[in-house]
């Protein structure tokens, strides 16, 4: 992070000597106001009054909390990085743009100067005044724009590397969030895969105890619902429960072989319904 250019954005929105502020939050989260007025040896009323110009810019955001002993509320402040870097963007953008324009100035148009004042003027308003100083009437000087052009040149140059610099941040910062969005989809689909099979297997179960408690009072039906193999199956259990009770009467004063025959009568009509 270009923690001195940070400095200079602060000081040109929040004033002389507040870029400070930048050393305490860059980093960090939710810091007390109250320690930040510490570090800066400030009034708790100043370190806001710097944050809140701050916060016009959304550069920091806050969070309040109630302090449960004095009553009143605390700020806790955060820096916001990708807001600091896109304003320092805007910010250097600008002042490139200014840059130029005095650069194709000093190309293009003559200055004049006059030497025992140090003052220089622009041509139109030398000639305004005849060609000598407004202050002291000596003659100008026609300025060497050599240097100025050198200078400017260096400016922009260097402002340009810091442009550069900055938007390679905000890349970084913004990939990074990118990424993060991107794991956070993947994880709510996958959870959304995982909650609808769950539910899934709810309504499954759901439906199972229904149809059991539906059986349940209905008797013996559910089973019959079921395959055509069980249905065989049920149809000799009740034949089978049948003819021991129509036995019963019997089977008090008949010997047990009598009983042993009728059970294979019982089998024999059984395979006959099953045929049909
Ligand atoms: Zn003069």
Redesign the pocket.
Known sequence: MQIKLLHDLVEELAGENTGRIVDILFGKKNVNEFLIAKKMDLTINQVRNILYKLSADNLVSFERKKDKRKGWYIYYWTLNTEKCLMKLELSLVNKIEKLKIILENRETKRFYV?K??G?EVTEEKALDHGFS?E??A?VYELSDNSGPIRDTKAKITRTEKSLTLIKDELELIREKARKKKARAEKKAEKEEVERKELMKQVRAAARKKVAEAKAKAEGKTLPVKKTAAKKKAVVKKITTKKVPVKKAVTRKSVTKKKAVTKKKAGKKVVKKKGKK
């Open positions: 006059c025992p004042c003052i100083c202050e002291c000596e």
